[in-house]
């Protein structure tokens, strides 16, 4: 079909819209595109334009992606604290999925009223999904939101690495929009930092990946904090794959990690900590209490997360092995793989100062020429002195020792997947200087083994005593619930040989737990001589006895409760007990008078009847008929 043919081309140009171009004249006002954004729920906004310096990391790929880029939007959704705050982390975890939704919803609600106006914009994710294509070695992520947040005034990194809002302190979410219109004014970077160098995210984290310097384990924080994420799952599934049965996988997965993976995979991906949010006290809105009360809520907040019993995820030999072995006596430290992995040079070479180990270098200083040859070829220059690292690209200096070695080989080695002695007989691998410093140089970058040593973890206790609740059914006279629970037998009283009154309380004192109408019965539930039963007496006392409750039961030759009741229950007992039930019933509103006719212990529900009726003084008149076997001699 021709073009110009077709239905929506022939409507548009009947319409007189064919060719109508949304064009947006000069730059957008800045202030009605900040007013968007918050009418669209954005708690703060800020604008930086694509050339701004603080953006030269990433404006390569920015443009590579949606090279119409000229503005970015930056806003801020705020998350809840107190959640955020307590030791069940599936609280935690919950405001933090909330208000990731509520970004992406807000990012997206302003994109499309952007481009209702012809404007032209994006909203890449708040979190995930990301571009995992580039997973490991490379970056997963449209935009890094934080540095733009940084650059259009909503705050500054926090010695944690958490952006600290002035007035809303760490507990945000970030969101940022591409757009491809200049604006008519951005905004700068705030003038200090709400960070107050408290130190309470170095003391609260398990893996010790903040330091008061500010320098930060990132291999730390991502192999223990985002251990349910795409490094922990990937390990996960190594495990799988690697063990040899059932018994094997339990060995090295427990079933409450099992649990929790499945749980991540189900309802998204839970972090393990992210302590340093929950007891950052910066920003104007989050500081007061902590000024008034510093020891409270050290006490209230940061405790209790320090002492919270919970697993630890390291990778064995690094800097948050030791500090988490030597720092918590409380928690289990459980040696990991964390998916990194790099599969090309450049990879290596960018997560190289990322998973330094600046503790495992003690002592070294050196520096490394690496060649790496093959499709992958190389040049680079390592130095580690001072417990720091430089990667450097090109042979730069006098190297304090010589690798050359295949590319494919290498990468393959660092994954645990070639030999270096193979490697080294095969020429594979090549060293001239001292050997001793490559193995140096292999411990401040470890890597986990594949084979895993059993961890015994033992999870806390809840405090939750585990109870089925049964079904509470309707009781067809008052049209309410039934109570269901416990009454303490209070005492028993010997009526007749054969005839006992057991008296019931309230355990935990008061009132009886439920009201009845006289006539009515209870049942319990019980098992004489582990027999699961139910059986039904009438009550015996009147409603208006509040404070206990009473039952006269004859004691049945053959009668299995009967006879239990008489022979093996005994004062103090808890009984399980549903009540009231029955529609035999008197309340004085029926008729003027009433006739009662009993026999035997039969006579139980006129007992109730009468006593009810004569403690709140019915003015009827009351007939009471009963019969009895005399009694033997
Ligand atoms: S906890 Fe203290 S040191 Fe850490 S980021 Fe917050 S204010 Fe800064």
């Known amino acids: 079909m021709n073009l110009d043919d077709h239905p929506t081309v022939r409507q548009l140009r009947a319409s007189g819209r064919l060719g109508e171009t949304a064009s947006i004249a000069g730059p957008i006002d800045a202030n009605e595109l900040r007013k968007l954004a918050l009418e669209c729920g954005a708690h703060d906004v800020g604008l930086v334009e694509i050339g701004r310096t603080e953006l030269d990391p990433q404006r390569d790929e920015i443009l590579k992606n949606y090279p119409w880029t000229r503005t970015l939007l930056s806003f801020v959704v705020k998350m809840v604290r107190e959640p955020v705050r307590g030791t069940p982390r599936s609280v935690s975890n919950l405001e933090f999925h909330r208000a990731g939704y509520e970004t992406n919803e807000i990012a997206a609600r302003i994109v499309s009223c952007l481009q209702d106006s012809g404007i032209r914009a994006v909203n890449p994710s708040m979190g995930f999904p990301m571009e995992m294509q580039n997973n490991p070695g490379a970056a997963i992520w449209i935009v890094s939101h934080k540095p733009v947040a940084v650059a259009a005034g909503l705050g500054r990194m926090g010695i944690h690495r958490n952006l600290i809002h002035p007035k809303f302190g760490n507990f945000v979410l970030l969101g940022t929009v591409l757009l491809d219109q200049d604006v008519s004014a951005v905004d700068q970077s705030i003038d200090y930092n709400p960070c107050l160098e408290c130190n309470l995210c170095v003391a609260v984290c398990p893996v010790g990946a903040i330091k008061p310097d500010g320098a930060f384990n990132f291999q730390a924080c991502f192999t223990h904090n985002y251990r349910e994420f795409m490094g922990g799952f990937n390990d996960w599934v190594e495990q799988i794959a690697d063990a040899k049965d059932a018994i094997d996988y339990r060995k090295r997965v427990n079933e409450p990690e099992t649990a929790s993976m499945w749980q991540s995979l189900t309802y998204g991906a839970n972090y393990k900590s992210a302590y340093c949010l929950a007891v950052c006290p910066a920003g104007e809105d989050v500081i007061g209490p902590y000024l008034n009360d510093k020891a409270a809520h050290r006490r209230e907040i940061v405790r209790p997360l320090q002492e919270r019993p919970e697993t ?17 006596k409380n928690k289990t430290v459980k040696p990991v793989g964390n998916g990194m992995t790099p599969r090309t040079i450049s990879g290596l070479l960018t997560f190289m100062p990322i998973v330094f180990q600046p503790e495992q270098s003690r002592g070294l200083d050196a520096v490394f020429h690496f060649t790496f040859t093959g499709a992958d070829h190389r040049d680079a220059t ?7 690292i430089t990667v450097r690209e090109g042979l730069i200096g006098k190297a304090s020792i010589r690798v050359t070695a295949d590319a494919k080989t290498w990468l393959g080695f660092l994954a645990k997947e070639k030999n270096i002695v193979w490697a080294l007989a095969t020429r594979k691998i090549r060293i001239s200087g001292d050997p001793r410093l490559l193995l140096a140089f292999g411990k401040c970058f470890p890597s986990p083994e594949i084979k895993r040593k059993h961890v015994e973890v033992i999870p806390e206790a809840s405090l939750i005593v585990p109870a089925i609740r049964p079904f509470e059914k309707n009781d067809a006279l008052t049209g309410k619930a039934r109570w269901y629970g416990a009454l303490l037998l209070k005492d028993i009283e010997q009526v007749t040989p054969n005839v006992k009154t057991f008296r019931f309380v309230n355990p935990k004192g008061g009132d009886i737990p439920f009201t009845h109408v006289a006539g009515q019965y209870l049942t319990f539930d019980i098992a004489p001589h582990g027999i699961a039963t139910r059986r039904s007496y009438t009550i015996a006392s009147p409603p208006s006895w509040r404070d206990r409750i009473e039952i006269t039961v004859k004691r049945e030759q053959f009668g299995l409760v009967s006879r239990w009741l008489h022979d093996e229950v005994a004062v103090g007992d808890l009984m ?40 709140t003084q019915w003015p009827g008149t009351i007939y009471l008929l009963t019969s009895f076997l005399p009694r033997r001699t």
């Open 312 to 328: 630890i995820y390291v990778v064995a030999g690094t800097d948050a092995d030791q500090v988490a072995r030597r720092k918590w």
């Open 382 to 388: 390592i130095t580690i002195k001072d417990r720091k």
């Open 576 to 615: 399980n007990i549903e009540a009231p039930g029955g529609m035999f019933v008197f309340s004085g509103r029926e008729g003027p008078s009433v006739v009662l006719i009993g026999g035997g212990v039969g006579i139980t529900p006129m007992m109730s009847i009468a006593r009810y009726l004569t403690d």
